[in-house]
T-cell receptor
Framework: EADIYQTPRYLVIGTGKKITLECSQTMGHDKMYWYQQDPGMELHLIHYSYGVNSTEKGDLSSESTVSRIRTEHFPLTLESARPSHTSQYLC???????????FGDGTRLSIL | AQSVTQPDIHITVSEGASLELRCNYSYGATPYLFWYVQSPGQGLQLLLKYFSGDTLVQGIKGFEAEFKRSQSSFNLRKPSVHWSDAAEYFCAVGDPVEGGKLIFGQGTELSVKP
């Protein structure tokens, strides 16, 4: 079973706040991903990383930013939250491009 | 560009009945193919994957899927559905060249009648 953790699980916060969503994995995977998922919809890749100090934007444009200073940690930051950022954010990791991605349980974010 | 289509947004089956969830993809070569399941409030759990070889793949929880190159399909099947199978099911395509990035279908919500 994969070990990938996201915190917080739920967050309700006001507009304009700075938010950091945490994602950590204990498997030593080089590749990590952030997806955004609206209710009843598919997942859209917003950021990915192939290793330390490597980050790329995904297929869906996002105002969030990410960093990868350590292999196990891939936090996502919103500098100034807006209601349009309300969504579920899922983090995933994989050993390499030929292996399946393992997902965390997600953070459900609501911006008031 | 790659794409994944799951034609059925919502399916309802009776407990004990068989199940088939459809997935069609668009890709220039043979992609990596996956089925994931998502329970409410949870992340995604891998059911099965196809990379190459035998076109009928077995997964967890009694699921199987068949890759049909001629139809660009990767349909998920289960011979007898259990009430606990009620969830959202996602088909995904991975590009071997793109190093693991996945494209997801919009999902099929499965409801199970007692």
């Amino acid at each position: 079973e994969a070990d990938i953790y996201q915190t917080p699980r739920y967050l309700v916060i006001g507009t304009g706040k700075k938010i950091t969503l945490e994602c950590s994995q204990t498997m030593g995977h080089d590749k990590m991903y952030w997806y955004q998922q609206d209710p009843g919809m598919e997942l859209h890749l917003i950021h990915y990383s192939y290793g330390v100090n490597s980050t790329e934007k995904g297929d869906l444009s996002s105002e969030s930013t990410v960093s990868r200073i350590r292999t196990e940690h891939f936090p996502l930051t919103l500098e100034s939250a807006r209601p349009s950022h309300t969504s579920q954010y899922l983090c995933a990791s994989s050993e390499n491009g030929a292996q399946p991605q393992h997902f965390g349980d997600g953070t459900r974010l609501s911006i008031l | 560009a790659q794409s994944v289509t799951q034609p059925d947004i919502h399916i309802t089956v009776s407990e004990g009945a068989s199940l088939e969830l459809r997935c069609n993809y668009s890709y220039g070569a043979t992609p990596y193919l996956f089925w994931y399941v998502q329970s409410p409030g949870q992340g995604l759990q891998l059911l099965l994957k196809y990379f190459s070889g035998d076109t009928l793949v077995q997964g967890i929880k009694g699921f199987e899927a068949e890759f049909k190159r001629s139809q660009s399909s990767f349909n998920l099947r289960k011979p007898s559905v259990h009430w606990s199978d009620a969830a959202e099911y996602f088909c995904a395509v991975g590009d071997p060249v793109e190093g693991g990035k996945l494209i997801f279908g919009q999902g099929t919500e499965l409801s199970v009648k007692p």
